[in-house]
């Protein structure tokens, strides 16, 4: 997948990096993208405001649309979507986690 940035007119911005996908040979798809506002603050000026969710479990924090040094998450999950609390504080992920299979 990619992420594709506009302004508020339509105009291309740029593509996000999606640097949770290096060293993964696999496809994966994403599924959430989601930016705090920031209505209720920030309680930290460095605190990644912007996520990335796919489904294969890897989440991508970022400062902004500029951040090179991106928090990357491996969750385990089979990832169906991410959310920001209000405040902007934490991240919920939501998905399933798959049972390996046993051999009797």
Avoid at 44 to 69: C, H
């Amino acid at each position: 997948g990619e992420v594709h940035l506009y302004d508020c007119n339509g105009n291309a911005i740029t593509k996000l990096p999606l640097y949770c996908m290096e060293g993964n040979s696999g496809a994966a798809n994403i599924v959430g993208v989601d930016w705090y506002d920031g209505l209720e603050g920030h309680s930290d000026p460095n605190a990644p405001t912007l996520a990335i969710g796919l489904d294969n479990g890897r989440v991508q924090l970022m400062r902004g649309e500029s951040d090179e040094k991106a928090v990357l998450i491996h969750t385990s999950l089979r990832t169906t979507r991410i959310k920001w609390n209000t405040a902007g504080t934490v991240l919920a992920v939501a998905g399933s986690q798959s049972l390996a299979a046993t051999v009797y």
